[in-house]
Protein backbone atom coordinates (compact mmCIF):
# COMPACT_ATOMS: atom_id res chain seq x y z
CA UNK A 1 0.00 0.00 0.00
CA UNK A 2 2.99 2.63 1.07
CA UNK A 3 4.15 2.00 -2.78
CA UNK A 4 0.49 3.09 -4.24
CA UNK A 5 0.58 5.85 -2.34
CA UNK A 6 4.17 7.04 -3.42
CA UNK A 7 2.47 6.27 -6.93
CA UNK A 8 -0.39 8.49 -6.37
CA UNK A 9 1.90 11.19 -5.16
CA UNK A 10 4.21 11.08 -8.40
CA UNK A 11 0.93 11.16 -10.44
CA UNK A 12 -0.35 14.51 -8.62
CA UNK A 13 3.16 16.14 -9.42
CA UNK A 14 3.45 15.38 -12.75
CA UNK A 15 2.67 18.82 -15.23
CA UNK A 16 -1.20 19.57 -15.55
CA UNK A 17 -1.76 18.29 -18.72
CA UNK A 18 1.11 15.52 -19.37
CA UNK A 19 0.34 12.22 -20.21
CA UNK A 20 1.60 8.87 -18.92
CA UNK A 21 4.13 7.47 -21.40
CA UNK A 22 2.54 3.99 -21.48
CA UNK A 23 -0.58 4.53 -24.47
CA UNK A 24 -2.79 1.96 -22.43
CA UNK A 25 -2.53 4.80 -19.20
CA UNK A 26 -2.60 7.57 -21.62
CA UNK A 27 -5.74 6.16 -23.14
CA UNK A 28 -7.53 5.56 -19.63
CA UNK A 29 -6.78 9.14 -18.24
CA UNK A 30 -8.52 10.75 -21.38
CA UNK A 31 -11.46 8.10 -21.11
CA UNK A 32 -11.62 8.95 -17.10
CA UNK A 33 -11.27 12.53 -17.40
CA UNK A 34 -14.05 12.77 -20.42
CA UNK A 35 -16.73 10.37 -18.45
CA UNK A 36 -16.16 12.58 -15.39
CA UNK A 37 -16.86 15.81 -17.01
CA UNK A 38 -19.81 14.82 -18.77
CA UNK A 39 -21.43 13.63 -14.93
CA UNK A 40 -22.38 17.71 -15.20
CA UNK A 41 -21.41 17.81 -11.91
CA UNK A 42 -19.58 21.18 -11.79
CA UNK A 43 -17.14 22.99 -9.66
CA UNK A 44 -17.96 22.39 -5.81
CA UNK A 45 -21.45 20.13 -7.23
CA UNK A 46 -22.76 23.38 -8.58
CA UNK A 47 -23.42 22.04 -12.08
CA UNK A 48 -21.25 22.70 -15.00
CA UNK A 49 -19.28 21.00 -18.15
CA UNK A 50 -16.16 21.45 -16.20
CA UNK A 51 -16.11 18.85 -12.92
CA UNK A 52 -12.20 18.06 -13.20
CA UNK A 53 -9.49 19.59 -15.01
CA UNK A 54 -6.78 17.03 -15.41
CA UNK A 55 -6.58 13.69 -14.33
CA UNK A 56 -3.53 10.72 -13.81
CA UNK A 57 -2.88 7.32 -13.99
CA UNK A 58 0.02 5.39 -12.34
CA UNK A 59 -0.03 1.87 -12.26
CA UNK A 60 2.53 -1.09 -10.56
CA UNK A 61 2.29 -4.68 -11.10
CA UNK A 62 1.15 -6.53 -7.53
CA UNK A 63 -0.28 -9.83 -6.42
CA UNK A 64 -3.77 -10.45 -7.85
CA UNK A 65 -5.46 -11.02 -4.63
CA UNK A 66 -4.56 -7.36 -3.30
CA UNK A 67 -5.64 -4.38 -5.24
CA UNK A 68 -4.22 -1.78 -3.65
CA UNK A 69 -6.30 1.62 -4.57
CA UNK A 70 -4.84 5.44 -3.76
CA UNK A 71 -6.00 9.00 -4.61
CA UNK A 72 -4.51 11.88 -3.90
CA UNK A 73 -6.73 15.06 -4.67
CA UNK A 74 -5.24 18.66 -5.70
CA UNK A 75 -8.65 21.19 -5.10
CA UNK A 76 -8.53 25.00 -5.94
CA UNK A 77 -8.18 26.01 -2.31
CA UNK A 78 -4.87 23.66 -2.39
CA UNK A 79 -3.44 25.16 -5.90
CA UNK A 80 -3.78 28.85 -4.31
CA UNK A 81 -2.79 28.71 -0.62
CA UNK A 82 -0.44 30.81 0.63
CA UNK A 83 1.75 31.62 3.85
CA UNK A 84 0.61 33.96 5.83
CA UNK A 85 3.34 36.43 7.01
Known amino acids: ?3 CAILA ?3 L ?3 MGSQNPSGRL ?3 EERLLAEINDLGIGP ?3 GGPVTALDLRV ?3 PCHMASL ?3 VCTG ?3 LRTAMEEV
Open 9 to 11: KKA
Open 44 to 46: QGF
Open 68 to 70: PVC
Open 1 to 3: MEG
Open 26 to 28: AAL
Open 13 to 15: LRP
Open 75 to 77: CHA
Open 58 to 60: ESA
